[in-house]
């Protein structure tokens, strides 16, 4: 597998067949997709032009980028439909692999896919893993000096570049303490959290925990599962106090 850098812009082909859909209409279908690391965290799909079946219409904007030039902005028609600046070409590009590429902006997309199987947020990296492990280590979490969880059964999720999660039973989570809050989030690896503020006190700590009721396969472990951000709370394992990880959480 090749690879390209320049700047922090990160550049591999990819094996998966991917497809972009807007209102159930195709919009690329390629089996040579590539990965662009746009920024640091994960990857963005560029789509061969050959491979887009939409109609590509220039605006007549750019977007400069230090490390691939002149990004021409285009508008993404298919079958009367039209998504606006939801594409972007760098025919004159200093990294030779993205000229015949088109960016097509994921959140203007109605449905991404990876072979068969739906993917939210954005493309999964190939050097991100989630491993979930069964643990008996004593878990206890503190929040301005109060126990809100007391756990001997977490779950605890190892995943790539983040301090590790430790998912804890609702029966051994102070669950009076905590109330609903609207807040989602989604991950590609995961699936879509529900959040919780926590009351300690007369203090609400606002979207301080949170649980997937429903995983993505992958993570069925943690269905159901309450977890909190030990960045922000005092987190006692095994007996010891854990330093507060630095995470972009934090």
Same mark, same amino acid.
């Given at each position: 597998?090749?690879?390209?850098?320049?700047?922090?812009?990160?550049?591999?082909?990819?094996?998966?067949?991917?497809?972009?859909?807007?209102?159930?209409?195709?919009?690329?279908?390629?089996?040579?997709?590539?990965?662009?690391?746009?920024?640091?965290?994960?990857?963005? =799909?560029?789509?061969?032009?050959?491979?887009?079946?939409?109609?590509?219409?220039?605006?007549?904007?750019?977007?400069? $980028?230090?490390?691939?030039?002149?990004?021409?902005?285009?508008?993404?028609?298919?079958?009367?439909?039209? &998504?606006?600046?939801?594409?972007?070409?760098?025919?004159?590009?200093?990294?030779?692999?993205?000229? !015949?590429?088109?960016?097509?902006?994921?959140?203007?997309?109605?449905?991404?896919?990876?072979?068969?199987?739906?993917?939210?947020?954005?493309?999964? $990296?190939?050097?991100?893993?989630?491993?979930?492990?069964?643990?008996?280590?004593?878990?206890?979490?503190?929040?301005?000096?109060?126990?809100?969880?007391?756990?001997?059964?977490?779950?605890?999720?190892?995943?790539?570049?983040?301090?590790?999660?430790?998912?804890?039973?609702?029966?051994?989570?102070?669950?009076?303490?905590?109330?609903?809050?609207?807040?989602?989030? $989604?991950?590609? =690896? &995961?699936?879509?959290?529900? =959040?919780?503020?926590?009351?300690?006190?007369?203090?609400?700590?606002?979207?301080?925990?949170?649980?997937?009721?429903?995983?993505?396969?992958?993570?069925? &472990?943690?269905?159901?599962?309450?977890?909190?951000?030990?960045? &922000?709370? !005092?987190?006692?394992?095994?007996?010891?106090?854990?330093?507060?990880?630095?995470?972009?959480? $934090?």
């Amino acid at each position: 597998m090749t690879e390209t850098n320049r700047g922090r812009v990160r550049i591999e082909p990819s094996a998966k067949r991917v497809r972009a859909y807007v209102a159930g209409r195709l919009v690329a279908d390629t089996s040579t997709p590539w990965l662009v690391w746009e920024g640091p965290h994960y990857p963005t =799909y560029y789509i061969p032009l050959a491979d887009v079946r939409a109609e590509l219409k220039p605006t007549g904007g750019t977007h400069r $980028s230090p490390s691939r030039g002149d990004g021409v902005e285009h508008d993404v028609l298919v079958d009367g439909l039209t &998504k606006p600046a939801a594409a972007l070409r760098y025919p004159d590009s200093p990294l030779p692999d993205l000229r !015949d590429l088109v960016r097509l902006d994921w959140n203007a997309m109605d449905e991404w896919f990876e072979e068969d199987e739906p993917v939210y947020v954005h493309p999964r $990296s190939p050097y991100t893993r989630v491993d979930i492990l069964a643990s008996s280590r004593h878990i206890r979490v503190e929040i301005d000096g109060e126990t809100v969880a007391d756990s001997h059964s977490p779950r605890i999720l190892f995943e790539t570049g983040l301090p590790p999660r430790y998912y804890l039973p609702m029966t051994d989570v102070r669950m009076d303490l905590l109330t609903p809050s609207p807040t989602r989030t $989604s991950c590609p =690896y &995961k699936g879509t959290a529900e =959040y919780f503020t926590v009351h300690t006190g007369d203090t609400p700590h606002p979207d301080l925990a949170w649980l997937y009721r429903h995983p993505l396969p992958e993570s069925q &472990k943690i269905a159901g599962l309450v977890c909190f951000y030990n960045e &922000k709370v !005092d987190t006692y394992v095994d007996g010891r106090l854990q330093p507060r990880p630095e995470s972009p959480f $934090s």
